[in-house]
Nanobody, 122 residues
Framework: QVQLVESGGGLVQPGGSLRLSCAASGSIFSIYAMGWYRQAPGKQRELVAVITSGGNTNYADSVKGRFTISRDNAKNTVSLQMNSLKVEDTAVYYC????????????????WGQGAQVTVSS
């Protein structure tokens, strides 16, 4: 069984920082892109940041210059450092990984974490 487990959400004041982490575990053969998405109340889930296995990154325009995504391929983890947080960053943040799983790596699919609440409020 493969799972993604997130940690690090919480409540922070505007201008503050938070760090989200996500660890993939189970019968993982290989991990391609890993990323973070978010969903605010009443809105669709949107991409926040993504990082390839080679370290190439892409960010939503709304978070460029404030958020930094990183990964540790040896530990199967991905993190999101969020600085200068704004009220509009409030959302549930989901970890995502494009993975090939199983002993022989025969199944490739998208996997999601359970979500971490990030609330930015004074």
């Amino acid at each position: 069984q493969v799972q993604l487990v997130e940690s690090g959400g919480g409540l922070v004041q505007p201008g503050g920082s938070l760090r989200l982490s996500c660890a993939a575990s189970g019968s993982i053969f290989s991990i391609y892109a890993m990323g973070w998405y978010r969903q605010a109340p009443g809105k669709q889930r949107e991409l926040v940041a993504v990082i390839t296995s080679g370290g190439n990154t892409n960010y939503a325009d709304s978070v460029k210059g404030r958020f930094t995504i990183s990964r540790d391929n040896a530990k199967n983890t991905v993190s999101l450092q969020m600085n200068s947080l704004k009220v509009e960053d409030t959302a549930v943040y989901y970890c995502n990984a494009d993975m090939r799983v199983g002993v022989l790596g025969g199944l490739r699919d998208d996997y999601w974490g359970q979500g971490a609440q990030v609330t930015v409020s004074s």
